[in-house]
Nanobody
Framework: QVQLVESGGGLVQAGGSLRLSCAASGRTSSSYTMGWFRQAPGKEREFVVAISRSGSTYYADSVKGRFTISRDNAKNTVDLQMNSLKPEDTAVYYC?????????????WGKGTLVTVSS
């Protein structure tokens, strides 16, 4: 079992930045692909970014060049740096751990942290 706790969400103006953090406990998160997903009101949960055990990164087209994921296996943390935020980035952001960077491929989920980007 892996427990995931997100932090760092909040309200920011368009063009601003936020940094989300995910702290993992339980079975070591270094065994898993780690990812961030988001869910906007009335929409399905969608993939944002992921990082494999080896450090390979994968980004949704909508966030390429603006978001950066990083992981620290020694600390069991995964961070998401979000720059140039847009109102359409508003969503609850979820940290996840699992086998593949898809919603169904993730085995463990945090409770989420709300990011609101005002125009």
């Amino acid at each position: 079992q892996v427990q995931l706790v997100e932090s760092g969400g909040g309200l920011v103006q368009a063009g601003g930045s936020l940094r989300l953090s995910c702290a993992a406990s339980g079975r070591t998160s270094s065994s898993y692909t780690m990812g961030w997903f988001r869910q906007a009101p009335g929409k399905e949960r969608e993939f944002v970014v992921a990082i494999s055990r080896s450090g390979s990164t994968y980004y949704a087209d909508s966030v390429k060049g603006r978001f950066t994921i990083s992981r620290d296996n020694a600390k069991n943390t995964v961070d998401l740096q979000m720059n140039s935020l847009k109102p359409e980035d508003t969503a609850v952001y979820y940290c996840a751990a699992g086998r593949m960077y898809t919603v169904v491929g993730m085995d463990y989920w945090g409770k989420g942290t709300l990011v609101t980007v005002s125009s």
